[in-house]
């Protein structure tokens, strides 16, 4: 019996395995025969040469940490014997020279979808509703669930987006709150919206009314429950108001210049940096190629992979901007008392991931070769065209919600492990393989696993690219869509009274 292995980078002196592999199996390698030394899972690295202590590991091309004891080919590289080179004052990445951001190239790529009065496109014409504090949480998912009885067949659906925060927040912590639902306010997916406030929490209506500025009032109707005799009744009336309105908006024919997809990877593995991702980077591409926009966030999860990601920085100011972002975010952990290299997650190591800059080095390939144009704080709605940075951390929920509320109006989410999280816009799972995909077939929209099996990525990325065009138009629902999973999750981060 022969397992497959995968050497990313020319320059990498240890492996992926495409399979689980025993002691004494043989290898087919990139250097020829290897055998295996010990029990070494699928989606885990095994050296390809022999090694000294103090080595560096080398995978994507870039160092991910180095060796505390000496390694022989053939052995397991992980946590027991690889330890992260990460730091407080680490390496600071280099300028390398403005690039001039091309020019859209022409693309026959389009998608049918909803055309707002600012210009921008949903690809969903729902009715949303937004609560202020967490005290009405209760009235904003009845109001929802009922005009999705009432008016469902009309509209793409109604759905409300509750969340615990609103009351007792103060400054900044106040502030993300604010940015973050006035970012789902107005966003192009909601044809209508419905704002139900309290009437006595910190999160006033007026002042979040006032935060999602540019919004069309015309689709947009609030209240105070305190103010009103039922609130029930208020938000049902107000939802057939903005029903009247959205049920005359249309798909209409659109390039694939309007689309601004999110790109968020949860539950990675040893595989994901090799399938799923690179394929994610593909589409990042092709999209921004013809014009299109992308939101890559993360920003703990850019460590160690800042020098490969910020030389795509358009200019000078983009990339000082960016690097400040994740220097930013490096203080953020250290003002907390936490070391900046404790990221990947006891799922991630089980899965082959075993150093902070391994899992960087993978997570960035999402945004394939594309030009960095945009840095964007949290919640801060995201400009048209190129590749965007988000200040957010890398949490599945506040991640992809930072996304969705910057202006997203789809997702694609890879996974090794499998998730069955949903957020306010369509939500396409990506998994690294096909067991997960197998085994999850209620939570995985797509498998990039052909890739391990040689089905090129011209192939697999047009696939794709094909269903991704096809839930943007609503011809198909997403997986999350189907099970009716839409959550969101906001960053806390200040003083609670």
Not at 389 to 402: E, F, I, K, M
């Amino acid at each position: 019996m022969t397992v497959r292995l995968i050497r990313v980078h020319p320059d990498d002196n240890v492996g992926v395995l495409l399979g689980p592999v025993d002691a004494g199996v043989a290898m087919i390698g990139p250097d020829g025969a290897l055998i295996a030394q010990e029990t070494i899972a699928r989606g885990h690295k095994i050296a390809l040469v022999d090694l000294p202590a103090g080595s560096a590991i080398v995978k994507y091309g870039y160092p991910i940490g180095s060796l505390d004891q000496p390694v022989r080919a053939g052995e397991w590289v992980h946590s027991h014997n690889l330890t992260t080179d990460l730091s407080e004052g680490g390496p600071q990445p280099q300028f390398s020279g403005s690039i001039a951001p091309a020019l859209p190239l022409a693309s026959d790529l389009t998608f049918q979808g909803y055309r707002r009065a600012d210009g921008r496109v949903g690809t969903r014409n729902e009715l949303w509703v937004i609560n202020t504090v967490g005290c009405v949480n209760h009235a904003a998912t009845i109001i929802a669930e009922q005009a999705q009885i009432r008016f469902g067949h009309l509209i793409d659906g109604a759905h409300a987006f509750v969340h615990p925060f609103g009351c007792s927040q103060l400054g900044d912590d106040l502030a993300m709150t604010q940015r973050i639902l006035a970012g789902l306010i107005r966003h192009p997916n909601a044809g209508g919206v419905i704002v139900v406030g309290l009437g006595c929490e910190n999160n006033q209506l007026a002042a979040l009314m006032a935060a999602a500025r540019g919004v069309d009032r015309a689709r947009v109707r609030f209240f105070n429950a305190q103010e009103v005799e039922d609130e029930i009744e208020e938000g049902l009336a107000a939802a057939a108001e903005l029903v009247d309105v959205m049920r005359h908006d249309a798909r209409t024919p659109c390039p694939l210049s309007d689309l601004v997809i999110g790109v968020k990877c949860g539950g990675s593995d040893g595989l994901s940096g090799l399938t799923a991702n690179p394929l994610v980077g593909r589409i990042t591409d092709r999209t921004t190629a013809a014009g299109g926009t992308i939101i890559l966030s993360e920003v703990p999860e850019m460590f160690g992979a800042e020098q490969h990601l910020l030389k795509r920085a358009a200019d000078r100011a983009t990339f000082d901007k960016a690097n400040a972002m994740i220097e930013g975010f490096k203080r953020y952990f250290i003002d907390h008392g936490q070391p900046v290299y404790e990221n990947p997650s006891p799922g991630n190591k089980a899965g082959g991931l075993t150093t902070l800059e391994e899992k960087s080095l993978g997570a960035v390939q999402k945004g394939g070769g594309a030009t960095i144009t945009q840095v964007l704080d949290y919640g801060e709605a995201v400009g048209k065209g190129g590749m965007a940075l988000l200040r957010s951390p890398g949490n599945d929920a506040v991640s992809s919600t930072a996304e969705v509320a910057s202006g997203a109006t789809l997702l694609l989410f890879t996974t090794g492990r499998g998730t069955p999280l949903g957020f306010p816009v369509p939500t396409i799972k990506i998994a690294s393989n096909d067991d997960v995909a197998r085994r999850k077939p209620q939570w995985i929209d797509f498998s990039a696993g052909p890739l391990l099996d040689g089905i090129p990525m011209d192939s697999v990325s047009q696939t794709c690219m094909d269903l991704i065009l096809a839930i943007a138009s609503g011809r198909r629902l997403t997986r999350n869509e189907e099970n009716g999973i839409r959550e969101i999750a906001i960053w806390k981060d200040g003083v609670t009274l």
